[in-house]
């Protein structure tokens, strides 16, 4: 038990880095009801930066992306265009019905700051080697 905790301390140390704020009670009343009532005090306030970055223009890299590398399990991924030739990475859907709800759901929640896509993502040769590449279908 002693070794579990141990692994899981040193874990937390080299891939977690701990933030703390402080807000005053009475001054920051509406905040600290805002987070208690989010249901994840953690998303929400990562939703609120994330928001603040794609309002920037700033796409937000996410470590666990490589999650859903598979094309096979996710065939679909949702983007926002963002300005300067970038990108946004909403997410990965098993089905198109899951992705235009994940367009629909995205839109509502945050705007869109450009235009969305939904990608079908597969494996394509270039050349010698194999690429995950997504292209846009046609819906109609």
């Known amino acids: 038990m002693?070794?579990?905790?141990?692994?899981?301390?040193?874990?937390?140390?080299?891939?977690?880095?701990?933030?703390?704020?402080?807000?005053?009670?009475?001054?920051?009343?509406?905040?600290?009801?805002?987070?208690?009532?989010?249901?994840?005090?953690?998303?929400?306030?990562?939703?609120?930066?994330?928001?603040d970055l794609k309002k920037r223009g700033i796409p937000m890299q996410r470590a666990d992306k490589t999650?859903?590398?598979?094309?096979?399990?996710?065939?679909f991924e949702v983007i926002?265009?963002?300005?300067?030739?970038d990108h946004y990475i909403v997410g990965y859907c098993r089905s198109l019905n899951q992705a235009r709800d994940?367009?629909?759901?995205y839109v509502i929640q945050h705007g869109a700051t450009?235009?969305?896509r939904i990608l079908k993502r597969s494996y394509k040769t270039i050349g010698a080697g194999i690429v995950l590449a997504g292209f846009q279908e046609d819906l109609r």
């Open 2 to 51: 002693n070794d579990k905790r141990e692994y899981t301390a040193a874990y937390n140390r080299e891939n977690y880095v701990p933030v703390t704020i402080r807000l005053h009670k009475d001054a920051d009343a509406s905040i600290i009801k805002a987070i208690k009532e989010s249901g994840s005090p953690k998303n929400y306030i990562v939703s609120c930066i994330a928001a």
């Open 102 to 105: 994940m367009v629909a759901s």
């Open 80 to 85: 926002e265009c963002l300005p300067n030739h």
């Open 67 to 75: 999650a859903h590398d598979n094309p096979e399990r996710y065939p």
């Open 114 to 116: 450009g235009a969305m």
